[in-house]
């Protein structure tokens, strides 16, 4: 494996809001990663049909142990100011927030799939954050987009998403 030189580079599209790792010319990354802004659309997790976490038991555990390999390497590529950086709407409360939580014994449920194209995303989250209302809920996820053909994760999404409590 090549020595990994990550480039932040902020994208714009719409609603879509990506801060992209990617990696320098002539290196490998173990798997793509892509860090998207609070709420911003993702393809995967929210245009994807829904998928029953039970009928994914076997890939589901398979993706976890590849995540065991992967989740050192993931965790070097972000700091809590990345995660900062992430926060759209509680920016103030968030400026405190220093925390680079670990990535390893995370549990993952599928929540997505495309079964024509042997694709599966799995959620998990990673920390509670700080709220700018008490009426929301905010957390650092992170999601696995799996190649069930294949047995292998192909991108790691970290993000925030919030939740409206009722």
Same mark, same amino acid.
């Given at each position: 494996? =090549?020595?990994?030189?990550?480039?932040? *580079?902020?994208?714009?599209?719409?609603?879509?809001? @990506?801060?992209?790792?990617?990696?320098?010319? %002539?290196?490998?990354?173990?798997?793509?990663?892509?860090? *998207?802004?609070?709420?911003?659309?993702?393809?995967?997790? +929210?245009?994807?049909?829904?998928?029953?976490?039970?009928?994914?038991?076997? +890939?589901?555990?398979?993706?976890?142990?590849?995540?065991?390999?992967?989740?050192?390497?993931?965790?070097?590529?972000?700091?809590?100011?990345?995660?900062?950086?992430?926060?759209?709407?509680?920016?103030?409360?968030?400026?405190?927030?220093?925390?680079?939580?670990?990535?390893?014994?995370?549990?993952?449920?599928?929540?997505?799939?495309?079964?024509?194209?042997? =694709?599966?995303?799995?959620?998990?989250?990673? +920390?509670?954050?700080?709220?700018? +209302?008490?009426? *929301?809920?905010?957390?650092?996820?992170?999601?696995?987009?799996?190649?069930? %053909?294949?047995?292998?994760?192909? =991108? @790691?999404?970290?993000?925030?998403?919030?939740?409206?409590?009722?």
């Amino acid at each position: 494996m =090549k020595r990994i030189v990550p480039a932040i *580079v902020p994208l714009c599209i719409g609603v879509f809001s @990506v801060i992209a790792c990617a990696p320098a010319a %002539g290196t490998d990354f173990p798997v793509s990663i892509a860090f *998207v802004r609070e709420m911003a659309y993702i393809p995967e997790v +929210d245009g994807w049909e829904q998928c029953t976490p039970a009928g994914f038991a076997a +890939d589901s555990q398979k993706a976890a142990a590849q995540w065991d390999t992967l989740c050192g390497w993931v965790r070097k590529q972000y700091t809590p100011a990345t995660i900062r950086g992430l926060s759209c709407w509680a920016k103030k409360q968030m400026a405190a927030y220093k925390r680079t939580p670990s990535l390893k014994g995370l549990t993952f449920t599928p929540i997505r799939c495309r079964q024509d194209q042997k =694709k599966l995303v799995l959620q998990s989250v990673v +920390d509670s954050l700080p709220v700018h +209302d008490r009426s *929301v809920t905010r957390y650092l996820k992170l999601y696995l987009l799996y190649d069930t %053909g294949e047995s292998t994760i192909i =991108k @790691v999404t970290i993000t925030i998403r919030g939740e409206l409590l009722e």
